[in-house]
């Protein structure tokens, strides 16, 4: 028998097993736990049930069996605890392509033909510099639509005739992303395949999507550690400490100095850190 179930969107879906052993096995779980753990859950899932509290059940589930394992299950609603504003969404990004490589400027302003733009990531590999938008959602899943696309893409052109009109002096921008936390509309998908334009979300593009490139390298941002409470957090970001492996790198007294916290709460971050570090294999700083 199929149970709907309700996402966060509102839309209704078939309740799959499956995709929420996925889900637990990318969290660090052996398979044979993550089908155990599913198995409770899914004698639990009542018809139209929330997504989000069947994943609060299993995330319940799984740290019976590991703490960081539960953490790491939570990725999704770490990155949206990264606002209220984009900004430390922006810096995350940033984070995750210097780890993949790229040199990366935040907030770079760049003369265009018809104005001035600030642009959120300027990422550069191999001599080719990307113009990156950052499209940070605080909650829910609603989709990046076919007008964030397009404003995108306006704004690359805008900067890409200012170099071919005065090349020498403007910054050649070879490429545009769209980087969002949520997922994009089939619509923006079409449009930014048809014009170049490069399109990172979570679970897109289907072998390298946002949630994958941050599982990679386990790049997990500070708002993942429960003790990383909303004021914390945006201390610490604020103080551009953005990712675990930076806290778990530190000793608790520089972080206290880095941060400007406590020593309670330094010495709980310093400690959820080292283990999901510990777990994880967190990247050295």
Known sequence: MTIPVTKASGKSEEFDIGK?????????????????IAGKVSTQVTHSMHTHHIFRMAKKLLRQYSRSSGMRYSIKKAIYSLGPTGYPFEKYVARILKAYGYSVEVNR???????????????TLDDKRCMIECKHHAGGEKPADIKIALYVHARFEDIRKA??????????VQEDWLVTNTRCSSDAIKFAE????KVLSWRYPEKMGLEKMIEGKRLYPITILPAATRN??????SRDIILV????????ESLMRAGGLDNQTATLLKRQANELCSSASCPVS
Do not use: Y
């Open 245 to 252: 492996d930076e806290i778990s790198s530190m000793d608790v």
């Open 232 to 237: 914390t957090a945006q201390t610490l970001t």
């Open 163 to 172: 170099f071919d009109i005065e090349e020498h002096r403007n910054s050649h």
């Open 194 to 197: 048809c014009v170049g334009l």
């Open 109 to 123: 302003i760049i003369k265009g033909f018809c104005v001035t733009h600030e642009v959120d990531v300027l990422a």
């Open 20 to 36: 929420l052993v996925n889900s637990l096995v990318r969290s660090g779980a052996p398979e044979d736990v993550a089908w155990d």
